[in-house]
């Protein structure tokens, strides 16, 4: 079973068809004990991390989570799933999950034709192989809405990166926990194929 974390941040149904689209049949659910079962999960998102992290605790999602990363099966992030993964957000100065030591920091861009959010499409480069990223290519763009960048603490968990003024981490990872900053359901056939490649995903690089 693979199983879409609900913690009240939007976009789950855009991930949700995708998902079918590639043929994974991923339920949707809000309930601790239905994650903790699950063969695989995703962990999408959109918002803020201050009332994502509020939602996860009030229903017991954020240590169903942990449990489920401890136990070694396949987690895959995405945008907001991907920041509130890191120990901290200067976003109202939130303590988060901690699954991977780091921090997530605003961007302060200096050029004027910059604008916060980062917003559409951008080149995303593989850095470190992954399962996750096989196929992508030099030039393959994939869609990002986000105001803030992770920072991992370790280069080592950092697979691919994206320029948008800095260079920052697009796709992170370690051990069976990969995660991405852009939105994979959103960035058409490159995007389906990396859903694609979470469904053969064992766990490793």
């Known amino acids: 079973m693979v199983v879409i974390v609900d913690y ?4 789950l149904r ?7 689209q590639v043929g994974i049949d991923a339920v949707i659910s809000a309930d601790a004990d239905t994650l903790r079962a699950a063969e695989r999960v995703i962990f999408p998102g959109v918002g803020a991390a201050g009332s994502a992290m509020a939602s996860l605790q009030a ?8 449990e489920v990363i401890d136990a070694g099966r396949p987690v895959f992030g995405i945008c907001l799933g991907l920041q509130i993964s890191l120990a901290h957000s200067e976003e109202n100065d ?3 999950l901690g699954v991977i030591r780091g921090e997530v920091v605003r961007f ?16 995303v480069r593989v850095v470190r192989p992954h399962h996750m990223l096989a196929g992508i290519e030099p030039g393959d763009e994939f869609y990002f809405v986000h105001a803030y960048y992770p920072c991992p603490s370790s280069e080592s968990d950092v697979l691919a990166v994206t320029d948008y003024e800095v260079e920052f981490a697009s796709a992170i990872g370690r051990g069976n926990y990969f995660a991405t900053q852009f ?5 058409g056939r490159v995007g389906l194929r ?12």
Not at 59 to 66: F, I, P, S, T, V
Not at 194 to 205: E, N, R, V
């Open 94 to 96: 939130q303590q988060t």
């Open 108 to 123: 302060r861009p200096c050029a004027k034709d910059l604008k916060v959010p980062h917003m559409g499409w951008n080149e």
């Open 194 to 205: 990396m859903l694609s490649q979470f469904a053969s995903w064992d766990g490793t690089c």
């Open 183 to 187: 939105h994979p359901e959103k960035s």
């Open 59 to 66: 229903n017991g999602l954020d240590q169903a989570l942990k």
């Open 8 to 11: 009240d941040a939007g976009n």
């Open 14 to 20: 855009s991930v949700q068809r995708a998902c079918h």
